[in-house]
């Protein structure tokens, strides 16, 4: 499975972002955990979201609760992070992830996606 991810930007502190990650496999899709997770400099990547094949589970980082959103369309083979209320700390380089299972661990899933930047501005 090869993820795309898109959609970051610059945007001032509590704006919104739509992030986007497309799979290349549609057949499979839905079989699998698609999360995001971030990077900032020189820190280690953490989990941010995820949501389970089917749609009907979702977990998300305790920092992210309540203004972030994820969405998948098993249609399109696409999974999308709706980021609201966008603070400074939010600022790092998104990463789609697809696994087996919904973990917070980044060992957990087998496939990423390139990145994609997202810069808050104070």
Known sequence: VQ???SGGGVVKTGGSLRLSCTASSSR???SYVMSWFRQAPGKERE??????????????????????TIFRDNVQSTAD?????????DAAVYYCAAGP???????????WGQGTLVTVSS
Do not use: C
């Open 28 to 30: 499979t899709f839905s």
């Open 47 to 68: 989990f941010v979201a995820g949501m389970i094949g089917t749609g009907a589970w979702t977990d998300y980082a305790y920092f992210v609760k309540d203004r972030f």
């Open 3 to 5: 993820l795309q991810a």
């Open 101 to 111: 299972v919904l973990g917070r661990s980044v060992s957990d899933y087998h496939y």
């Open 81 to 89: 992070l709706q980021m609201n209320s966008l603070k400074p700390e």
